[in-house]
């Protein structure tokens, strides 16, 4: 008998959405797992055998959207990725919109497996080949590179702010630094990995509708600190990035953090890494409020310019955006008519020293950037969900089934409540039994995450079909 082909208990495995394997011969040993299968996954499919498009159907038909991978094979799918993305964004065949969407959802899933893996220096050597990916492309298309900047309806996720703020740094340093190709790359390298220390942030803090206490800021403000810890245990890692990742949130005058450093002490890059990191945190949707137009969020910095933004820099990023805008202005929102409501201190950091506006009403916002496409109807039943994939650690184990309640649904999505807070873009599996109708199973992104009581929280899901049915 082949022991080899049984997984070990002590063996790590990581999902992959069965639509990121491309149709070939297999690099890597796939496995599989049923929803209420006991222990580890089973080998499905092993390495030098194909993968068919029947083989995609067949699990289709099975809704089973997620095979495995062992822990030790990783590296050869972050190749298999890495590849893919060099395709798709030369790929002829697509629109730039789609094309640039594919790319950036493919690199949030390496960021996420640097959040995911700890001290791994595997991940953090594939996010500098993604890094030197980025130079090719600025430099053979730079068009079609800045596109990868996301300035529309995005969410405030990590992983998806830390490949918006890499591609920032890259624009913003190819402005100050032109032809200088190491500079670019290492800009995109530390903007990628900047808020690595955010791992270690509560989910409920990132994503809090006010002011912080306290002692919530200190847990905030020591993530640009606890990045840099990681990282500097790499010697791979260069000097540059190390101060992106730990003076990203410095300021000018002195008033910054961790350090309170002042002007001398803040290096060029993690002057780039600064105002892009607040240009992207201002424009994402967070769960309180929709995004804010890229013209708009402009106004809002230029408070900052020259005490927490480098002059000469914030200006160039402002007529970078301004001809970006200009050559194509479907990429954003149009600016407010009344102009920004917001202020940089309310949004740039939420230091309790700050003021902060109060933030509309979450009930009126929970779909305000247009999420709601289709009707939707109050109702009061329970439902079994499991974890996909969680951005940050939950009660419950990845596969295992645990009750959710559902107070309102429609063709698009669902608004559901649970003891503990979701993250954005978590992806859940639900099984619905409504009544008179059959059991559904439907995968679902989180889009939306607010306080519903003392021990309640809701999301806003959305149907990954739905969705995609929308893009289209």
């Not at 803090?205 to 790499?234: D, I, R, Y």
């Not at 990023?317 to 970006?324: A, D, H, P």
């Amino acid at each position: 008998m082949n022991t080899e082909a049984k997984p070990s208990t002590q063996q790590r495995f990581f999902p992959i959405p069965v639509d990121a394997l491309d149709h070939d011969v297999l690099q890597m040993d796939l496995y599989i797992k049923f929803a209420g299968q006991p222990g580890a996954p089973t080998l499905y499919r092993s390495s030098g055998l194909k993968f068919t498009p029947e083989d995609s159907e067949r699990l289709a038909a099975q809704n089973l959207k997620f095979l495995y991978i062992p822990g030790n094979q990783h590296h050869v799918f972050r190749k298999s990725l890495a590849e893919r993305l060099d395709r798709t964004f030369k790929d002829p065949s697509q629109a730039r919109d789609q094309r640039a969407r594919v790319v950036r959802d493919v690199c949030s899933k390496m960021i996420e497996d640097v959040l995911l893996f700890p001290g791994d220096a595997e991940p953090i050597a594939a996010v500098a080949d993604i890094s030197r990916n980025f130079a090719d492309w600025s430099a053979s298309d730079p068009k079609g590179f800045s596109h990868l900047l996301n300035m529309s309806s995005h969410d405030f996720y990590t992983a998806t702010h830390m490949v918006n703020v890499g591609v920032g740094c890259g624009l913003l340093a190819k402005e100050v630094r032109p032809g200088d190709r190491e500079f670019f790359t290492l800009a995109v390298q530390g903007g990628l990995l900047h808020d690595l220390g955010k791992r270690g942030v509560p989910s409920e803090l990132l994503n809090k509708e006010g002011k912080l206490t306290p002692e919530e800021w200190k847990v905030m403000s020591s993530h640009p600190a606890a990045g840099f810890e990681e990282l500097k245990q790499n010697p791979a890692i260069p000097e540059m990035v190390l101060s992106m990742v730990r003076d990203h949130h410095e300021r000018l005058d002195g008033k910054g953090y961790p350090a309170k450093l002042d002007a001398s002490r803040i290096s060029p890059p993690a002057r780039i890494c600064a105002i892009v990191d607040v240009f992207d945190a201002i424009t994402a949707a967070r769960p309180y409020r929709g995004p804010t137009p890229p013209a708009d969020t402009l106004k809002i910095m230029r408070d900052g310019r020259g005490t927490q933004f480098d002059a000469d820099m914030f200006d160039l990023w402002e007529r970078l955006v301004g001809q970006m805008l200009q050559a194509d202005p479907t990429r954003a929102p149009a600016p407010s008519p009344e102009g920004p409501k917001l202020t940089l201190a309310g949004v740039a950091d939420q230091d309790p020293a700050c003021d902060h506006p109060t933030p509309p009403s979450i009930e009126r916002n929970l779909y305000a950037d247009n999420r709601r496409r289709f009707p939707r109807f109050a109702v009061s039943i329970h439902a079994a969900a499991q974890v996909v994939r969680a951005g940050k650690a939950m009660p419950v184990r990845r596969g295992e089934k645990f009750t959710v309640q559902v107070v309102d649904i429609g063709r698009g999505g669902l608004q559901i409540q649970t003891p503990w807070p979701l993250s954005l873009n978590d992806l859940l599996l639900i099984d619905l039994e409504i009544p008179g109708q059959q059991k559904v199973s439907r995968l679902a992104r989180v889009v939306r995450v607010r306080r519903a009581g003392d021990a309640q929280w809701a999301s806003g899901v959305a149907f990954m079909e739905a969705e995609g049915k929308a893009a289209a």
